[in-house]
């Protein structure tokens, strides 16, 4: 059990705290939006009710959404774009290891299998990392506009007005500031992210040069 979670100590740790953020989002969303129905005059709903409204699915794939581009667009855009001195770039002119597939009579045995298939696979595979993230975005983008529309028919139904198809929410200005507030953060922090990394440090990481690296120095 200790090897285990010496191995895999990071992704179990940063689950672990999705995980207790989830449940704090639910709780906490659970009494808002049962405080709402209460200012209107009705009955409130327990959990596994809220989970289904357009509140909780909104506020939730909101959220993915913008992570799920911000990381997708991240690790294409590295593909052919570059930060001179930042331990997120790849080095401007340098072949580096991640742009290089080896001649099939020199893969090691434990090599994944798309690679030792070779052909479309391959083809299918060596992208397969920005292809997944960016169907997760495409999900929570889907996912956020069915759980906006019903959040905002629901508001329009307690307060008399007029309720719109999932088409013509996409229209909305609502639904766009939501999307690109989202946006815009992610962006920047890994903007800042890139930039920062020039110059700061942090010892011990892989997301940070060495502690002595001069600040042109680039990538990890």
């Given at each position: 059990?200790?090897?285990?979670?010496?191995?895999?100590?990071?992704?179990?740790?940063?689950?672990?705290?999705?995980?207790?953020?989830?449940?704090?989002?639910?709780?906490?969303?659970?009494?808002?939006?049962?405080?709402?129905?209460?200012?209107?005059?009705?009955?409130?709903?327990?959990?596994?009710?809220?989970?289904?409204t357009g509140h909780f699915v909104e506020a939730t794939f909101e959220n993915w959404e913008s992570e799920f581009l911000q990381m997708g667009a991240y690790v294409w855009l590295?593909?052919?774009?570059?930060?001179?001195?930042?331990?997120?770039?790849?080095?401007?002119?340098?072949?580096?290891?991640?742009?290089?597939?080896?001649?099939?009579?020199?893969?090691?045995?434990?090599?994944?299998?798309?690679?030792?298939?070779?052909?479309?696979?391959?083809?299918?595979?060596?992208?397969?990392?920005?292809?997944?993230?960016?169907?997760?975005?495409?999900?929570?983008?889907?996912?956020?506009?069915?759980?906006?529309?019903?959040?905002?028919?629901?508001?329009?139904?307690?307060?008399?007005?007029?309720?719109?198809?999932?088409?013509?929410?996409?229209?909305?200005?609502?639904?766009?500031?939501?999307?690109?507030?989202?946006?815009?953060?992610?962006?920047?922090?890994?903007?800042?992210?890139?930039?920062?990394?020039?110059?700061?440090?942090?010892?011990?990481?892989?997301?940070?040069?060495?502690?002595?690296?001069?600040?042109?120095?680039?990538?990890?």
């Amino acid at each position: 059990m200790k090897r285990i979670f010496y191995e895999n100590g990071l992704s179990i740790t940063l689950f672990a705290l999705f995980l207790f953020s989830f449940i704090g989002q639910t709780i906490t969303g659970h009494h808002q939006y049962n405080q709402e129905l209460q200012d209107h005059g009705r009955a409130g709903v327990g959990v596994g009710d809220y989970l289904k409204t357009g509140h909780f699915v909104e506020a939730t794939f909101e959220n993915w959404e913008s992570e799920f581009l911000q990381m997708g667009a991240y690790v294409w855009l590295t593909v052919f774009l570059f930060q001179k001195g930042s331990s997120e770039s790849k080095e401007p002119g340098r072949l580096e290891e991640p742009d290089v597939i080896p001649d099939r009579s020199r893969l090691p045995a434990d090599a994944p299998w798309p690679v030792r298939r070779g052909g479309w696979v391959l083809k299918l595979y060596q992208n397969s990392l920005t292809i997944v993230l960016l169907l997760l975005f495409a999900t929570s983008f889907v996912l956020h506009a069915a759980g906006g529309v019903s959040e905002y028919n629901e508001e329009q139904a307690l307060h008399g007005g007029q309720t719109v198809s999932l088409i013509q929410y996409l229209a909305t200005s609502r639904f766009w500031f939501e999307s690109l507030q989202n946006w815009q953060s992610e962006f920047f922090s890994i903007g800042m992210m890139v930039v920062l990394s020039i110059f700061l440090r942090q010892k011990g990481s892989p997301e940070s040069k060495p502690v002595a690296s001069p600040h042109y120095e680039t990538g990890a």
